[in-house]
């Protein structure tokens, strides 16, 4: 959880709120510039504040200058973040969770989280199925979808743990959770997410989103969100149909410890 906070350590709010300001004009500017270049309505996409490393009086100033939808990938660090900004009495928020979940953690994320992007695997579909019933809340998943060509032969058992470091569902399984997420009651099925793999050329590995996603619609149509893009690869995303932008560094500045 530490971190340099992008500068914000040592400096006053209002300067921090500053920095924030033109680090997301810088963002959005180049989101209508992808959106232009791709014929896509900027209307279409949903940027999500991705605030892992960063304290929640970041995720205040965000919302203040208008941001609604917020990410992170890690319950400790999560939960208690959520706490803070709901005890601030600052504008209303949604939180995304978007990183690897255990099973036993998912009655922990389910009584903050509005969306869960990193389901993956039955066992977790049903977990937080239960969950979500306990909590009286409802909870919308986003089925993530591994886009690894290693993946492309869909070997990899649905059930397994999961390898942190390779996150989602192999495409030929993809129909298979995004049903259980369908016919589990407490879910609401969403739609996808994905991450492009960290040595391929982004442009290609979103390629299959499209029809991915027209898979997980076949299941339910309104199930339309397509999480892709990040710091570094979002006017690709944009290209590929993406609905969601997942943005960390480019927003809060570079963490001092990677977490992905
Ligand atoms: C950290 C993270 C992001 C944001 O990455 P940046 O490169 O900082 O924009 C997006 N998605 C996931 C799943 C992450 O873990």
Known sequence: MASDGGGSSGTDPLSRRAELAGRLERVRSRIAAACAAAGRDEGELTLIAV????????????????????????DQ??????????????????????????????????????????????????????????????????????????????????????????????PARLAEVAAAVEAEPGLILGGLMAVAP???????????????SEVVRSIRNAASVISAGMSGDLEAAIAAGATHLRI???????????VR
């Open 51 to 74: 605030t892992k490393t960063y304290p929640a009086s970041d995720v205040v100033a965000l919302a203040g200058l208008g941001l609604y939808d917020f990410g992170e990938n890690r």
């Open 198 to 212: 960290l040595d391929m050329d982004p442009v290609a590995a979103f390629a299959p989103l499209r029809d991915l």
């Open 248 to 258: 960390g560094t480019a927003l809060l500045g570079n963490r001092s410890v990677p």
């Open 77 to 170: 660090e999560a939960a208690p973040k959520a706490a803070e900004v709901a005890a601030s009495d600052g504008p209303a928020i949604r939180w995304h969770f978007i990183g690897q979940l255990q099973t036993n953690k998912a009655h922990r994320v389910a009584k903050y989280a509005d969306v869960v992007q990193s389901v993956d695997r039955l066992r977790l579909v049903h977990a937080l199925g239960t969950a979500a019933r306990a909590a009286g809340r409802d909870l919308t998943c986003l089925v993530q979808v591994s886009l690894d060509p290693a993946d492309a032969g869909g070997e990899r058992l649905v059930d397994s743990e999961g390898d942190p470091a390779r996150g989602g569902v192999p």
